[in-house]
């Protein structure tokens, strides 16, 4: 990010974005592209002001740093070179973001951090892992509500938490999220599984791991069952499947999954973006041979 720049150097840019010459207009909106968030708060006065000339070009120019402003962030989740693990809910926030730029991510949070406090008064601590796992689908996908959208599988909105938190409907990966940030508020021991085709969730007991399908109401899975899963997508199994998935390798897995939907959709744009963002998080170089 380039140093703050003098006030009155953006704001004269800003009173050039609707000049008459297309070549200045051009210009003037790639030196704001340049200075990124410097001219953030510039932009924003002007796309609320009172120049109804100025305010599309002003928007225009927002809606174009929004993509940039977002891959700064998924940098700073996920270092070039870092062999650490990233955080896979600020993840899953960064991804809302660019799903649902207006969605508050502190509210989000809280539904997360209430449905753990009211999970809480449910658990025993002396309770069985078995019993903990059968409390917790209960709570979610009986109390709750929370459930697979089989009607409309291939809606984006599946994929983003703000919107699996509202409608209580979502795909495997992004359902097992949801029982992996309220487990987590808890302590409960829970590792995601990404079985070929379909995403679980596991509860880490030394020597007896218990694997249950979030998708299918928290149903308890036992390793023949988890096989057939994987089988039915064509593949074979193997013990490897029933490894826990690395944050990293989760939430690479729900942006795969929204550019198969935004390609389908044919909404490319959005697919190349979110690319972008693959990119970042595996430190590859960007579409344009830049580090992404």
């Given at each position: 990010?380039?140093?703050?720049p003098?006030?009155?150097?953006?704001?004269?840019?800003?009173?050039?974005?609707?000049?008459?010459?297309?070549?200045?207009?051009?210009?003037?909106?790639?030196e704001l592209?340049?200075?990124?968030?410097?001219?953030l708060?510039?932009?924003e006065?002007?796309?609320r002001?009172?120049?109804?000339?100025l305010?599309?070009?002003?928007?225009?120019?927002?809606?174009?740093?929004?993509?940039?402003?977002l891959?700064?962030?998924?940098?700073?989740?996920?270092?070039?070179?870092?062999?650490?693990?990233?955080?896979l809910?600020?993840?899953?926030?960064?991804?809302?973001?660019?799903?649902?730029?207006?969605?508050d991510?502190?509210?989000?949070?809280?539904?997360?951090?209430?449905?753990?406090?009211?999970?809480?008064?449910?658990?025993?601590?002396?309770?069985?892992?078995?019993?903990?796992?059968?409390?917790?689908?209960?709570?979610?996908?009986?109390?709750k509500?929370?459930?697979?959208?089989?009607?409309?599988?291939?809606?984006?909105?599946?994929?983003?938490?703000?919107?699996?938190?509202?409608?209580?409907?979502?795909?495997?990966?992004?359902?097992?999220?949801?029982?992996?940030?309220?487990?987590?508020?808890?302590?409960?021991?829970?590792?995601?599984?990404?079985?070929?085709?379909?995403?679980?969730?596991?509860?880490?007991?030394?020597?007896?791991?218990?694997?249950?399908?979030?998708?299918?109401?928290?149903?308890?899975l036992?390793?023949?069952?988890?096989?057939?899963?994987?089988?039915?997508?064509?593949?074979?199994?193997?013990?490897?499947?029933?490894?826990?998935?690395?944050?990293?390798?989760?939430?690479?897995?729900?942006?795969?999954?929204?550019?198969?939907?935004?390609?389908?959709?044919?909404?490319?744009?959005?697919?190349?973006?979110?690319?972008?963002?693959?990119?970042?998080?595996?430190?590859?170089?960007?579409?344009?041979?830049?580090?992404?």
């Amino acid at each position: 990010m380039s140093k703050d720049p003098a006030k009155s150097q953006i704001s004269h840019l800003i009173q050039l974005l609707d000049d008459r010459d297309a070549f200045v207009r051009a210009r003037v909106r790639d030196e704001l592209l340049r200075l990124g968030e410097d001219a953030l708060p510039f932009l924003e006065m002007a796309a609320r002001g009172d120049n109804s000339t100025l305010r599309p070009y002003a928007r225009e120019v927002i809606e174009a740093l929004l993509p940039l402003r977002l891959a700064e962030k998924f940098r700073r989740l996920s270092p070039l070179g870092s062999r650490r693990d990233l955080d896979l809910e600020t993840g899953a926030l960064l991804l809302m973001e660019f799903g649902h730029p207006g969605a508050d991510a502190r509210e989000t949070v809280r539904r997360l951090d209430v449905l753990a406090e009211e999970l809480a008064k449910l658990l025993n601590e002396n309770d069985a892992p078995a019993t903990t796992v059968e409390m917790l689908s209960r709570f979610l996908f009986v109390d709750k509500g929370f459930r697979g959208n089989q009607e409309n599988f291939f809606d984006p909105d599946n994929s983003y938490l703000n919107r699996v938190l509202e409608t209580r409907m979502g795909i495997p990966i992004t359902l097992s999220a949801v029982c992996l940030f309220v487990g987590w508020r808890l302590g409960l021991p829970l590792e995601g599984v990404g079985l070929p085709g379909h995403f679980i969730v596991k509860y880490k007991v030394p020597g007896n791991d218990l694997f249950f399908d979030p998708f299918s109401g928290g149903r308890p899975l036992d390793r023949d069952q988890c096989a057939q899963i994987v089988e039915s997508f064509g593949n074979s199994f193997e013990e490897i499947h029933l490894a826990a998935a690395t944050h990293r390798e989760t939430l690479i897995r729900m942006m795969n999954n929204l550019i198969m939907i935004y390609r389908n959709n044919h909404q490319q744009p959005k697919a190349d973006q979110l690319g972008d963002y693959v990119r970042i998080l595996l430190g590859s170089p960007g579409r344009h041979g830049k580090p992404a």
